[in-house]
């Protein structure tokens, strides 16, 4: 069974990047047919997609965040990532990075990263 | 106007129906959309319910009751998501999500409560 992990520091300082890594165990990043996201949700909130990488490479992003992320991919790690640049509090939030075929239907536990000087 | 509308929360009683909206904007017509429903519990990730555009293109998650399922409403330009047979377990909030214009677009999520 596929599981992921997020990692990453916790705490970023506005205007930064905020950089985030996720591992997938159970399963080779290259292999099928799944797109690998990032999904976020601020406390009390609701989930909002922030973009996915397809195992060749190809990206969607949110057009309400595109001008700011970057999604990338090292098959050799198997692990993905996020970059958010030039943060700030609304950027605080739990992100998750979640498999999928169809649906969601793998999702790491999520990691809070908060946004403060 | 957001994309997906869902109420913010809804309370129905054990052993009965709830009935969760998840309203389109105007110009999306929700008979061209498979509409996803997640469910998430406080502290834990989403977990998949259920896709649902017509009977004939449905899908149910895996190990979900089949107490939970979907339909739309047409005239209402909106996806169902009904629960059947409320348990105390049900209580959590509920998104919607739908692929539009390149991107996946979620709902603000329902808090349902059960009590």
Redesign the interface.
């Known amino acids: 069974q596929v599981q992921l992990q997020e990692s990453g520091p916790g705490l970023v300082k506005p205007s930064q990047t905020l950089s985030l890594t996720c591992t997938v165990s159970g399963g080779s990043i290259s292999s099928g047919t799944y797109y690998w ?1 990032w999904i976020r949700q601020p406390a009390g909130k ?4 922030i973009g ?1 990488i397809y195992t060749s490479g190809s990206t ?4 309400s965040l595109k001008s700011r992320v970057t999604i990338s991919v090292d098959t050799s790690k198997n692990q993905f990532s996020l970059k958010l640049s030039s943060v700030t509090a609304a950027d605080t939030a739990v992100y ?1 990075c ?1 498999t999928q075929d ?4 793998y ?4 990691t809070l990263v908060t946004v403060s000087s | 106007q957001a994309v997906l509308t869902q109420p913010a929360s809804l309370s129905a009683s054990p052993g009965a129906s709830a009935s969760l909206t998840c309203t389109l904007r105007s110009g999306i017509n929700v008979g061209s959309y498979r509409i996803y429903w997640y469910q998430q519990k406080p502290g834990s990730p989403p977990q998949y319910l259920l896709r649902y555009k017509s009977d004939s293109d449905k899908q149910q998650g895996s190990g979900v009751p089949s107490r939970f399922s979907g339909s739309k409403d047409a005239s209402a330009n909106a996806g169902i998501l009904l629960i059947s047979g409320l348990q105390s377990e049900d209580e959590a909030d509920y998104y919607c999500m739908i692929w539009h214009s390149s991107a996946w677009v979620f709902g603000g999520g329902t808090k349902l409560t059960v009590l």
């Open positions: 996201s609701g989930l909002e997609w996915r969607n992003y949110n057009p998750y979640a169809d649906y969601f239907d999702w790491g536990q999520g």
